[in-house]
Structure formats: structure tokens, C-alpha cells
């Protein structure tokens, strides 16, 4: 240790430029940086559905698009302002880069039998012809068609939908987001022809387009605020401008070089690891302050600039590099989970975690040294505080243990009250158009989600023979049975439609065909239909060996539909031949899986990094006993705050419980600092009570000034752009603040009792 302590010493000058010079070519990196917003961020990699979509979206070429609601404040979109509204946006539907088609309800076309009743192709006829009398019997006729009902109309009228289809040139995500942006230049131009009426628009660039925006936001605008923050408090309990300063200067160039190395590692950011360059800052904040605080303490002893940081050194390397170690641990725990998003977060943090450590250690000193201290600043802002905590643990350290131990007990008794469930939009600003055209979805017309299946027959035109035809018909009606759903778009229906319409809409011939050329000749008839008609979606392959099913659900949680999808593959699994193969080809399932798959990931790898980060502070602390009892503080906060948050509101994402194995990597710092400390005294010979106050003297300003820096910077994410944070913000702000209140008014009783009772002392007072 002395001769470490010698070489950071003496070689400081040195090692800060290789610091500064090193620090300076990696942090070009993130010039290099992107962000990646699609799904793959947020799925997991380990869910076999996955590849089944794959495959079905090969076999189906989804079609791009992006839907425009038009909801009407006075409950009838069949008014002449809002129809003009869709008129306008079916001519312009050209402003939308790339865009080939539209449908709505202004080029939708009647059926055969209404065609004839109203001597015209479409539902509307031209606008400026209507009359009042016109747009009631209009109303009548477009409720009165029930596939329209289920898909562009709510049953009340109060709600169109428009879709506008593009063929992107390109994959790429500045492509993508491009044509978003002219997406939202042509709503925003509605909206301003149209003020009266509500419109909005949604699709997947769109999710990406708001997730990628919301991620900017907090990027140019939250975490400079928060980095304002911190500084802000650094300057009030350190009494000092210049050492605030410099601590910052130490944590800039942390992340500088943490976003460096994922630029130049080509590494995306994506919606959750796109936090971890704050967490970062806020880490190397935390191991600054543990080298400046002792430092001025020795100066308030009167001891050298050059002795005071040598003093600081020798109480810090370990605990700061025993908190770096589990620190690294606790998030590099998060790559147990297969899902992109948790991992790239636990590896960017960890990364940053020893960036930090070691800017610490070879920038930090030279530049300590070389601030001018003419007068020497007051003690730390928090000095008085830490002096009535050491008083209380003093004189009430018994209430304190029993209070503390009752809470966690009770706490821990109320996590099962909490369920796990997952939003797939909660990355998203919850008040943007995709959360309110679902909600309306759900509620008015009821296909908010939908359930995708690809059937292959195994054959070349093996869909057009009789058997294949029966089973598929078998398995709509059984379907459309089911209370679980809104609509089944069955490839069998469009087959009696169309054997239907083509006897004279006869009743009775709405019955499958049996002819295979009648069938073939059908399926033709479909394939020159949607080259014309934008609404219509391919629902057999280019082989007329599969078909593609959607089962419309609305309204389920992602256990009911879980229950429902696996009630599908139970009748599949019974009453479908083998040679059919069923595949999924959506990833409605793959975000419902994410709550029993993740969290039982995340459960896992946090038990792993619980174990590890236990062994090593056996190891680091070099005694079983006390690195065991750290064991309490590390894990409770945790459980005392979701407990609560159990009683309190009741749903987590899975996405959230990460923030167990986050907040073990968070608070360890404090337990580490407190427990090294009181060992240090204890070795020394003092008493347990002596030895806790020496800690608290030590270690207590510290931790506290770290505490309050992280619960600053995280609670300020209240004002993310985006709900997951907002959540995160709620549960790791109260998380870091009772990790600091056991670290000071529960482990240091715990300490006292344990050592008295196992070295049979006589009872104190504590």
C-alpha cells in the first residue's frame, strides 16, 4: 500500500497527463455514437418466438406504414370539417416520404351488394356535394359494415383510422427517422388546417421516432441539469468552488471516457443504456468525494496539502477499490438477462465504474495539489449533521437496531404484494400520440393488439386442397368463439366471401370452395386486388404453401394473453396435424414472455452478483465476519422500498427489477467506507463504541455528501421525457436514501451488539 501511495505521489504530474492525453483521444470515440430505438434494444435474444418471426416476416414482408386517428370532440367523425380533414390528408398522403398508398374512409369502397344499392363504388361520394341528410345515411352504411367496424371505424363513430403505406429506400435508422419526421410535419399540418379536431398518428418509426426524440431531450436538456445539480451541492458541502471543480472535472472525463469507448466500440446506445453515462458521473462524483473529504479533514488538522493527501490515500485506496470491484459486479450482474437494453446498461456502467476508479486516482491527486488553499474551508457542510447522527447512535443506538430490524421485516413481508407487468410504451412520453390512439383502440374498437400465426401446409399450393381448407376453417370458428377476441382476419373467410359474392351474393353459397382451380383463380383475384387496394394485407405466401392468420385481441394483460396464446398452441397441439407447421409472427408474445422470462433472469443474475460482491468484501475486508454482516445494509434498502412501493401502488416491469441488482452496485460504496473505517479502529484496539464513532468521523461526511449527489441526480429524472425513467427516478432515489440512513443508524448499532455479544463484552447502552 506505501508504495503505491509513493507512486501516485510522486509520479502525479506524469500520470495526470497520460490521463488528460488519454482520456482526450478515446473521449473522440463519441463523436462515433448512435442510438438504437427499435425493439431489438428492448426483446430478449434468448426467446425461441423470436426466430419464428423471423421467419414469418420473410415469408410476409410486413407492410411499413404509419396510422392516422382522426377523434372527434363532438363524438361523430361524420361531420363535413373532419371528413375534409381525411380528404386532405388522402391527396397529400404524398408528402410522407416513400409513401405508395392510402386508405381511409375516403377511398373506401362498398361492397358488391351496397354498390348496387347506392349506384356508386365508394362510400363517400364527392365532398361538396353532401348534404346533412347525406352524411347521416353515410353514418348508417359505414357502421353498418362490420369488417369496417373492426378496422378503420369505431361502432360509435367517433373514431377513424387512416393508413398511409412507404417503402423505405433504406433500413438504416436516419432513414426511418426521416420519413417520421415528414409523418409528423403532415399531422402537425392537419392539425393546424383542422384546429378543431383531434388528430394523431402512430406506427413503428413513429415509436422509434418518440423513443429516439425522448432520448435526445434527456441527453441535451435533463443531464446537464442534473450534472448543474450535483455541482451545485458539491460547492455548498465542500465550502469550496475549486475542489467542486475539480471533482467535476474527474467525473466528465469518466464519462468522456465511457461514451468514448462505446463509440468507438460501435456499440448503440438504446432506450435504457442511454441512462448509464449520468450513472457514471455520478459514481466517479462518489469516489472524488471520498479523496478530497479526508483530505480536507487532514487540513483542518493542520497537516500538509502533500501529508493530507497522503493520509487520504492510505484510509481510501482499499474501500474505494473494494467499491469499485462490487460496484462492477452488481452491473455487470444485468448481462445474466438476454435482453439488450439491461446488459448494454450493466456493461456501459461497469465499463464507466473503472474509468472512473482510475481518473480518480491518476488525474485526481495532481489536481488537488496544485488548487491554492490560502484559507482552508470550512468543515463539510454536512459535518453537523454526521455529528448528531454519532450522538444518536450513541445514546439510542438500541431503538435504533430493534426500529430498523421491525421495518425491515414488515417491508419484506409486503413484497409479494407486488405483481410484474410490462408496457412495451413505457419508454415513450406518456403523453404522446401512440398512448393515447391505443387507449383509444382498446376502448373503441377493440384491437389494440393482435395475435400473428403463419400455418404452412408443408406444400407447394398445399393451401388450396380440402383438408388444409377444414382445419383452418375449424381452427377461425373455434377463434371467433373465444372471449378473448376481437376479430380472426381468417384467409377461409375471404374464401366464402368471395364464393359468395361470386354467385350473386347467395347466402348459400357462402361455404367453402372445392374446386382447386376455383380456389387458385380466388387467390389471384386477391394478389391484383391489394397491388390496388393499400388496406389489404398478404395472407399467403408466394408459394400457396402457408397462410397468415390475425387474431385481434383487446384489453388483456400480459398474463391473459399469455393464458390466451397458450389455450391457441393447446388446440393447435391437439386438433392440427404435425405437418402443419404453426409458427408466431408477431412480437406481441415475445413483450408479454419479458415479465416471467426477465425478472427471472434478473433475479438470478442479482442473487449471482449478491454472492459475489459478499465474497469479495470477505476477501477485501479480510474477515468473514464483518464482510457477512455487510450482507444487511447492501440488501435491505432494496427490499424496505419495494416492499413499501408494494403497498403503495403494486406493478413493476421487469425492467424495473434491475434496479435490484443497480442499487446493490450503488449502495455497497457506503457499507464499504463504514465498515473499513471501523475495522482500521478495531484493529487498532479501540472499543466497538469507539470504533463506530471513528467511522462515522471518517466515513460518515462522505457517504453522505455521495447519498445526497445521487439521489439528487436521480430523483431530477422525474423529468425525463420518458415514463421508465420517471419510475426509475421513484424507486432508486428513496432506495439510495435508506441505503444511507442503515449505513449510518442501523449497521453501526449492528456492529456494537455483534462484536459485544461475540467477544462477550459487558452490554452497553448502544
Partial sequence: MARLINFLLSQRYLLATLSILLGGAISLGALKTTINSSDDAILSEDDPYRLEV????????????????????????????????????????????????????????LDAVDADIHERDYLLPELDELTAQDLVKIREIALADKDLTQSMLSPEGDMALAVIKFHATSEE??????????VIDLRDSLREQYPEQNIYVLGRILFEYDSYNAQIKDAK???????????????????????????????????????????????????????????????????????????????????SKFEALRESLRVNIQPVTLATVTTAMGFLSLNYCASPGIYGFGNVVAMGVVWAFLVTF??????????????????????????????????????????????IVVTFAMLPLNKVDFDRFSFIDKDSDFHTVISALAEKIGNDQSLVYSINSGKYYGITEPEFLRKIEEFSIWLEEQPQTSFVTSYTGFLKNRNMAENDND???EVLPEDNLQIIDYLVGYQLVQEIEPQLEPIFNSEYSAIRMVVGTSNLSNVQLLDFSEAI??????????????????????????????????????????????????????????????????????????????????????????????????????????????????????????????????????????????AVGTFILVLSNTFYYQNVALLLTPIIIVALLLDLLFLPPLLVRFDNWLERRKPSSV
Fill in 221 to 303: 436538456y435533463l443531464f446537464p441539469i442534473v450534472m448543474l445539480t450535483i455541482l451545485g451541492l458539491m460547492y455548498f458541502c465542500l465550502r469550496s468552488l475549486s475542489f467542486a471543480l475539480a471533482i467535476a472535472v474527474v467525473s466528465v472525463m469518466s464519462v468522456g471516457l465511457t461514451v468514448g469507448t462505446v463509440g468507438w466500440a460501435q456499440v448503440p446506445f438504446n432506450q435504457i443504456s442511454n441512462m448509464g453515462p449520468l450513472v457514471v458521473f455520478m459514481i466517479a462524483m462518489a469516489d472524488s468525494i471520498h479523496l478530497v473529504s479526508v483530505y480536507l479533514q487532514g487540513l483542518h488538522k493542520s497537516l
Fill in 569 to 710: 398452441e393447446d388446440w393447435i397441439t391437439l386438433n392440427m396435424d404435425p405437418a402443419y407447421d404453426v409458427m408466431h409472427g408477431d412480437n406481441s408474445i415475445l413483450y408479454a414472455r419479458l415479465n416471467k422470462m426477465i425478472s427471472l433472469q434478473l433475479m438470478e443474475g442479482f442473487t449471482l452478483s449478491f454472492l459475489l460482491i459478499t465474497a469479495t468484501l470477505l476477501v477485501g475486508l479480510k474477515s468473514v465476519r464483518y464482510g457477512l454482516l455487510s450482507m444487511m445494509p447492501n440488501l435491505f434498502p432494496a427490499t424496505i422500498v419495494f416492499g413499501i412501493w408494494g403497498l403503495l401502488v403494486g406493478e413493476l416491469s421487469p425492467y424495473i427489477l434491475m434496479l435490484f441488482s443497480i442499487s446493490i452496485g450503488l449502495v455497497v460504496d457506503d457499507s464499504v467506507h463504514v465498515l473499513s473505517k471501523y475495522i482500521v479502529a478495531r484493529r487498532e484496539g479501540e472499543s466497538p463504541e469507539a470504533a463506530v464513532q471513528y467511522s462515522l468521523d471518517k466515513a460518515g461526511s462522505a457517504i453522505t455528501i455521495t447519498t445526497l449527489s445521487l
Fill in 362 to 407: 491518476t488525474l485526481l491527486p495532481a489536481l488537488i495539489l496544485l488548487l491554492p488553499v490560502k484559507k482552508v474551508p470550512e468543515p463539510l457542510g454536512v459535518k453537523g449533521f454526521i455529528n448528531f447522527v454519532a450522538k444518536l447512535v450513541a445514546n439510542h443506538g438500541k431503538r435504533l437496531f430493534w426500529g430498523s430490524l421491525l421495518l
Fill in 173 to 182: 435508422q436516419a432513414t426511418q427517422l426521416r420519413i417520421a419526421k415528414t
Fill in 54 to 109: 423471423a421467419q414469418v416476416n420473410k415469408d410476409f414482408p410486413p407492410s411499413t406504414s404509419v396510422l392516422f386517428a382522426f377523434m372527434s370532440p363532438e363524438g361523430d367523425v361524420f361531420n363535413r370539417d373532419m371528413l375534409q380533414a381525411m380528404q386532405d390528408l388522402t391527396d397529400r398522403y404524398t408528402d410522407v416520404e416513400s409513401a405508395v398508398s392510402v386508405a381511409s374512409l375516403i377511398n373506401r369502397r
Fill in 507 to 509: 347466402p348459400a353459397w
